[in-house]
């Protein structure tokens, strides 16, 4: 049984993601190669475990998603230490960097994506940046152990197939104190990442907490933030003992 990702509400709540998931480029449907989907220039592109038109998500993403960027990263910007390296996971085009960039020209700034045609579009897009952006699974980042100061992530935990590697992944290359960010739609259940993180000694102790961001003037938000920080070796110490 795979874990169940969405929380209360979970069939409306999976049609409405998967409409607008259609809306900004994302295909279930693999092309008769299986292996992904054409471009807009026609060319047809392995996508890993992902089908995106990077192109139109970056188009629709830009207008749509500009205000989630704008809060993002300046709730980043208030809250990195200075030099500090934040490494976007499912960075898509790169936007949210770019923005935060602008920000906060003193951080290194890097994103990882499945991906490779998001990768493609968030290349060109950060051509004349610092931003480094990789392709690269969750699962497996190809960062080092307790490099990366701030880890943050929008709206794609969703669709990660399971979120205990993941994690797993992010307690190793977080260093002491790092902070772990991860903004998602409001409908996605906080268990499977509660529980994930209970399982990390960088974690376990943490609380995950979740945060409504108002963002869009909408009554009701639709995006939460589920933040922890990782623990520094006093804390993993009192855990061993
Ligand atoms: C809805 S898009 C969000 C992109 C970007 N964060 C934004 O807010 O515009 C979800 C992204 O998560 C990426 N993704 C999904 N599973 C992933 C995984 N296992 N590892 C890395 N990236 C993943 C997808 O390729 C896609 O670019």
């Known amino acids: 049984m795979g874990e169940r990702i969405f929380g209360n509400g979970a069939g409306l709540a999976h ?8 809306h900004l480029g994302h295909s279930r449907h693999r092309g008769e190669s299986g292996a992904g989907h054409k471009t807009e220039a026609g060319q047809q592109t392995g996508a ?3 089908s995106w038109n990077g192109d139109r998500y970056d188009r629709v993403s830009a207008r749509l998603l500009r205000p989630l960027y704008r809060k993002v990263s300046s709730e ?44 493609r579009v968030a290349t060109r897009n950060a051509q004349y940046s610092d931003v480094i952006i990789e392709q690269g699974d969750i699962r497996r980042l190809p960062h080092a152990d307790n490099s990366v100061d701030f880890v943050i992530s929008t709206l794609s935990m969703h669709h990660w197939e399971s979120v205990r590697p ?37 974690f376990a102790d943490r609380a995950v907490e979740r945060v409504p961001v108002r963002i869009w003037r909408l009554p009701i938000t639709p995006i939460v933030r589920f933040s922890l920080t990782a623990s520094r070796p006093a804390t993993l110490g009192n855990l061993v003992e």
């Not at 049609?15 to 259609?22: E, F, K, Q, S």
């Not at 994690?167 to 739609?185: N, S, T």
């Open 76 to 119: 980043v910007a208030a809250a990195a230490p200075s030099g500090a390296t934040v490494l976007d996971v499912g960075a898509g085009t790169g936007r949210l960097l770019l923005s935060l960039t602008r920000r906060r020209p003193d951080l290194k700034l890097l994103g990882v994506d499945i991906s490779p045609e998001m990768v």
């Open 15 to 22: 049609r409405l993601i998967h409409r607008i998931g259609h």
């Open 166 to 202: 993941a994690v797993a992944e992010l307690a190793r290359v977080l260093r002491p104190g790092g902070e772990l960010w991860i903004y998602d739609f409001r409908f996605v259940s906080a268990q499977r990442l509660k529980d994930a993180v209970r399982e990390e000694a960088r």
């Open 48 to 50: 890993g475990d992902e």
